[in-house]
C-alpha cells in the first residue's frame, strides 16, 4: 500500500488530504471518505486503509482547514466540555455548498493522478459527513456511482439538498447504515428517508442493538459485528458499482 499526505488546493485554502491506494494495478477507482465531527486521527486513516486494500484509490480530506484546525485530540463525553463546544463550533462551520467546493478539488486533483479513476467514484460519511457523502452522489451524477451514509446526521431537512430528497437526483446506489439508537438521526427521521427512498436504487437499513457511532473500534460503544457488517455492506456496494 502506498499512504501520502497531500495539501490539495481549493477555492478557500487547501485541505490535508490523506490518500492511500494499492501499489500495484492502477488505476482504481476513487473513493472519498468523509470524516466526522471529532476530525482527522488515525483511526480515520486506518479505515481509508482498509478500503485501500480492496483496490481502490481513498481520498480521507480535512473538512475544518478553513478553521486552521486539522486533528483535534480526545474528545470528552461530557457536553459541556470546552473541546466538545469546539468540535461543535468547528462542525458548524462548514455545510453542503462548502464540502461540494472541496470535493470538486479533490475530484480536480485525482483527475490528474495515474494511480487513480477518477471517472469511477464511490463516497462514504460517517455522522455529520453522510449528508456530503449523499451530497455528492447528486452534484457529481456522472463521476459518482454509490454513496453511503453510516448513522448519518441531518438525513431529512427542509433544505432543496436534503438527503432524503437525493433518489430523484442521481443514478448513483445510496446506501444508509443506521444505528438502532442514536439521538442524532431518531427513527422518525430513519421513516422520512425510507418513505422517499421507496423504489429508488436504495437501501436504508437499521443496526440492531446498537448506538451512534458504533463503527469506530475506538468508540466506548464500538460494536465489533456491526462494524463488520457495515464494512460487508461497503464493500459490496462499492464492488457492484465501482468496476472498471
Request: charged fraction near 25%.
Amino acid at each position: 500500500m502506498i499512504d501520502q499526505q497531500i495539501e490539495i488546493p481549493t477555492k478557500d485554502g487547501h485541505t490535508t488530504t490523506f490518500i492511500t491506494h494499492p501499489e500495484r494495478g492502477g488505476p482504481f477507482p476513487v473513493i472519498i471518505f468523509y470524516m466526522d465531527a471529532p476530525a482527522i486521527r488515525e483511526e480515520l486513516r486506518d479505515m481509508a486503509r482498509r478500503l485501500g486494500t480492496s483496490g481502490y484509490y481513498v481520498m480521507l480530506p480535512n473538512l475544518y482547514y478553513r478553521s486552521g484546525v486539522m486533528e483535534l485530540g480526545p474528545i470528552p463525553p461530557d457536553p459541556d466540555a470546552p473541546e466538545r463546544k469546539q468540535m461543535f463550533g468547528y462542525m458548524n462551520s462548514i455545510n453542503i455548498p462548502l464540502v461540494m467546493e472541496d470535493t470538486a478539488a479533490l475530484l480536480a486533483y485525482a483527475d490528474k493522478q495515474p494511480a487513480a479513476n477518477a471517472e469511477i467514484v464511490g463516497t462514504v460519511g460517517y455522522c455529520m459527513s453522510g449528508r456530503y457523502a449523499v451530497n455528492a452522489a447528486t452534484h457529481f451524477p456522472d463521476r459518482v456511482k454509490a454513496a453511503a451514509s453510516i448513522y448519518g446526521t441531518h438525513l431529512a431537512t427542509d433544505q432543496p439538498d436534503s438527503p432524503h430528497l437525493a433518489a430523484s437526483k442521481t443514478r448513483a446506489e445510496l446506501y444508509f447504515g443506521c444505528a438502532e439508537t442514536d439521538i442524532y438521526a431518531p427513527q422518525e427521521i430513519i421513516d422520512k428517508v425510507t418513505a422517499s427512498m421507496k423504489g429508488a436504487n436504495a437501501e436504508i437499513e437499521i443496526y440492531p442493538g446498537t448506538h451512534h457511532g458504533f463503527a469506530f473500534p475506538k468508540r466506548p460503544i464500538y460494536d465489533r459485528d456491526a462494524a463488520e457488517r457495515h464494512w460487508e455492506r461497503l464493500l459490496v456496494l462499492y464492488r457492484r458499482n465501482l468496476s472498471k
